[in-house]
């Protein structure tokens, strides 16, 4: 599975696109607002794959609150699949606990489903289909 974004929490999300961009030199290739999500969204080119700046739309969520006191905190990875629908049946038939049972909607056009920590050794993982029916 090849990566298809790194998120990042971040505190202020204009002087942290503006260090990616003006200072590291990352081109920025979409900006939205992830109403389910909760956050609003800047995708940044990393080569083949995406760095995903994400600022909480509500300063209590639980994204807002997992930042905690610090500037930014890696939020998620997301690894692109083939058919998630699919997978997601795989990994539920082989224990692991999904926080999504069904693909919705996610940045990007993305289909996207969250996996839980509890079985993915602490991290959060995302699983994306890229413009996914
Ligand atoms: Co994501």
Redesign the pocket.
């Known amino acids: 599975m090849k990566i298809d ?1 790194v ?1 990042l929490v971040v505190a202020d999300l204009e002087s942290t696109l503006a260090l990616y961009t003006q200072t590291l030199g990352f081109t920025p290739v979409y900006r939205e607002i992830i109403l389910d999500q909760g956050v609003e969204a800047v995708g940044l080119q990393a080569g083949e794959s995406i760095v ?1 700046l994400l600022r909480p739309l509500d300063p209590d969520s639980p994204i807002a609150r997992f930042r905690g006191d610090a500037d930014g905190r890696m939020h ?1 990875v ?1 690894y692109r699949v083939d058919d998630l629908a699919a997978t997601l049946s795989r990994l539920q038939a082989a224990g692991i606990r999904l926080i999504d049972e069904t693909p919705r909607k ?2 990007h056009g993305n289909r ?1 489903a969250f996996l839980h920590p509890k079985s993915t050794g602490g991290v959060l993982i ?1 699983l ?1 289909q890229p413009g996914g029916a």
Do not use: L, P
């Open positions: 974004h998120a995903e998620h997301a996610g940045a996207i995302e994306c």
